[in-house]
């Protein structure tokens, strides 16, 4: 099985774009990526693309060949949807095509625009991420039901707001030199502390913002890479996935995210790298408690742990775990069918010293996990640099 | 590479089913499936799933992880869109999951719920598998641009309305056998006719119908077959995928689908067959017009040669090429999302002898096409019993 390797990974900047529509984006980050790994157009065999939101925000589905055509190709292409799990999904296609001998060149990719629509109708199109007989119609929307698992994480394992608000601090300081990021200012505990609440004990700063944005990358085999003598010194060596019940009523834990479990499991047994290989994180930081559930189901911390671990500074830039020194989905943003397409960017860019972070990862082997819904779905990619 | 088998195939009843919900249509399908083939659920790797429209029909999205518990599954799951091609992708998914070694099995299918809809709405649903910005607010539907197809068809190659009748006469003649069919009812060439104008020269007969329903077949590597002694004649040797722009005033041609012939060339290579080969095919005929572009982008025809062909009985039960025994979207229904597996199941049954119309398959080869939007997207396999 051939082994899949980043010619190029590039992302629009994440934020409020209301004058460019969807194509703009996504044109705007495959393009780039293009231009980047120096691909011929005729050599990409397939667009696999992620998109949560847009057949209600945009009145828009089929937005495969759309992307495609705007990307400048004219080969297959498909939507992949698992909630803010797209983009991840699509990149796990991605290399599936390429391991599978269909594609050698795939453009995998996300896009989503969401700040064209008012914050009310936003909220309602997230909540078609969850589960539309058994929550939603109940009135459960997103901040509402990430702050059951909070609860729950505190109920069994203790911790404060403030032990929370050190996350989203982190995340704030990681994004201030990431000039693709949607909030480049930093943030107090204080101020966490003080924002409006959302929803008990989610606040205004544990929650990620609405943002449009695209990202992608080109994946290519080994073969082709040599082939072609392209400059592409990291490798996605590992991917894995995992399903989960998608309404919280039928999990046994709200605390817990299996689903992260079984894709780490997948994707590290992949790799043949344990936790102790990594030298930096992406999580799906959607709310402060996301990040924690996701370190302590990733390995890298025992459950009730990761909380402490944000307290103490261990993940951020200047810790033994760097986690989200993109500045994360709270600080870089969160276009939802986009962001684990700019996980995988960002993480390139880390480890190939082109990111502003870049010097505070010591070591070669990253990982990205993206996760759709209150984790239903999981996904999480290793990449490792000179591999 | 391992050869990808079909260990079982099922669908529910295609029509009007507005007392069940998405998920209890998925599940019959999946659990039949599940039953026919005899394998544990621990053994299933991942769910894929296709569905088109379930974002506005049934403020659902995220529908791979519901689906795959409703399956009685706890695994990875993904929604796979290209519009009413969507199903045909989930398949093609499946096959490169356990081609590239990620998967032994693989729980591939659709669903589609659209008789929950005011008619109207499901045609403005539908309608966001065209190009948003410059086809539907110009008051574009689908009948409408394939009367522009079928207009430029007749335009260049000649043909009257009455020829296109033959089509849906023969796909509702070869639904009267077939229990899960919309409509088991036979039409003349005058009903036809006589039926109201929807969009010059697309009639009511020439249109396919507004169904609920679903399918879902079990796939399987050829190592896992043999180790558990499954019975698995039909393998799925060849599958390919064709893109273009989505827009119509983007294409140099109305009245040809090079989508469908990128799909067929892959496809057909994959398998190492030619035309020739194939004893009975499934093709996409959303419309009339759609069944004869199909079978001449497929290469069975020659542009301008496939509604002659229909006209001179070819593709009849008892005509050289079999098209549509099941009864195609015409008569069978068309679940958008879920299409693309009904196919793959019919052409499995049709093999397998297990259809009522099995006796009019004379040879080991089958095709099936299944197409979204106005052919911008377009998934074809081959089916080989005995291979």
Excluded: W
Excluded at 371 to 385: C, R
Aim: hydrophobic residues 40%; charged residues 20%.
């Amino acid at each position: 099985m051939t082994t899949v390797r980043i010619a190029g990974a590039t992302l629009t900047h994440f934020g409020s774009h209301p004058d460019r529509t969807g194509r703009d984006l996504f044109a705007e980050a495959a393009l780039g990526a293009r231009e980047q790994a120096g691909v011929p157009r005729d050599d990409i065999d397939e667009v696999a693309y992620g998109n949560f939101m847009g057949e209600l925000a945009e009145r828009q589905g089929h937005q495969g060949p759309i992307m495609a055509e705007a990307a400048g190709l004219n080969c297959p292409a498909t939507r992949y949807e698992d909630a803010c799990a797209s983009a991840g999904v699509a990149v796990r296609a991605g290399v599936s095509a390429i391991r599978s001998g269909r594609a050698d060149v795939v453009l995998a990719g996300g896009m989503e625009r969401m700040t064209n629509q008012e914050t009310e109708n936003t909220t309602e199109f997230l909540a078609i991420a969850a589960d539309e007989l058994y929550e939603v119609r109940a009135g459960m929307t997103f901040p509402g039901a990430y702050a059951l698992m909070q609860r729950a994480y505190m109920n069994e394992f203790g911790g404060e707001r403030e032990d929370f608000a050190h996350i989203a601090v982190k995340n704030h300081d990681h994004a201030l030199p990431n000039e693709y990021a949607q909030y480049r200012s930093a943030i107090s505990v204080e101020d966490h502390l003080d924002a409006p609440m959302i929803s008990d004990p989610v606040g205004l700063y544990d929650s990620c913002p609405i943002t449009d944005g695209a990202a992608a990358v080109i994946l290519v085999s080994e073969e082709y890479a040599a082939e072609h003598a392209l400059d592409a010194p990291v490798a996605i060596t590992g991917t894995g996935q995992g399903g989960d019940n998608i309404a919280l009523q039928d999990r046994t834990h709200l605390n817990r995210t299996p689903a992260t479990a079984r894709a780490a499991d997948e994707a590290f047994a992949d790799a043949g790298i344990t936790p102790d290989d990594v030298a930096a994180v992406e999580v799906h930081d959607c709310f402060t408690v996301a990040e924690v559930l996701a370190l302590e189901g990733l390995g890298f911390y025992d459950p009730g742990e990761a909380v402490t671990a944000a307290r103490d500074g261990e993940t951020t830039k200047h810790g033994s775990l760097p986690v989200n020194l993109s500045g994360g989905l709270k600080a870089k943003g969160h276009p939802v069918g986009a962001t684990g397409a700019s996980q995988i960017t960002e993480m390139y860019r880390l480890l190939t010293g082109e990111h502003p972070n870049s010097e505070y990862v010591d070591g070669r082997v990253g990982v990205t996990h993206n996760a759709g819904g209150t984790v239903a779905s999981a996904v999480v990619h290793v990449l490792e640099v000179d591999a």
